[in-house]
Nanobody, 120 residues
């Protein structure tokens, strides 16, 4: 059973930076992708950034040029460097991992979420 532990959220002023980390524990036979989502109050959860097993990255338009996703494959850890933060980035940020088991089952695992608050 894979579990995700997130860290790095907090309160920051507009224009500041934060770095989120998400460590996956357990056995991942074949990683498909790791990513970050966020959910602001009263809004749906949205995809912010994703990195595939091959290292391809993708970003939501709202964070392009400000956020950077990276991965340490040896540690099964994904990071989200968030720069030039804006008040509208305030949300609960969730880590997500999609992987395949040895027998071909596909799993979609979520972290517990970490609060990011950007003050104006």
């Amino acid at each position: 059973q894979v579990q995700l532990v997130e860290s790095g959220g907090g309160l920051v002023q507009a224009g500041g930076s934060l770095r989120l980390s998400c460590a996956a524990s357990g056995t991942i036979f074949s990683l498909n992708a790791m990513g970050w989502y966020r959910q602001a109050p009263g809004k749906q959860r949205e995809l912010i950034s994703i990195i595939t097993s091959g290292g391809t990255t993708n970003y939501a338009d709202s964070v392009k040029g400000r956020f950077t996703i990276s991965r340490d494959s040896a540690k099964n850890t994904v990071y989200l460097q968030m720069d030039s933060l804006k008040p509208e980035d305030t949300a609960v940020y969730y880590c997500n991992v999609k992987y395949r088991s040895r027998i071909g089952l596909v799993y979609d695992v979520w972290g517990q979420g970490t609060q990011v608050t950007v003050s104006s």
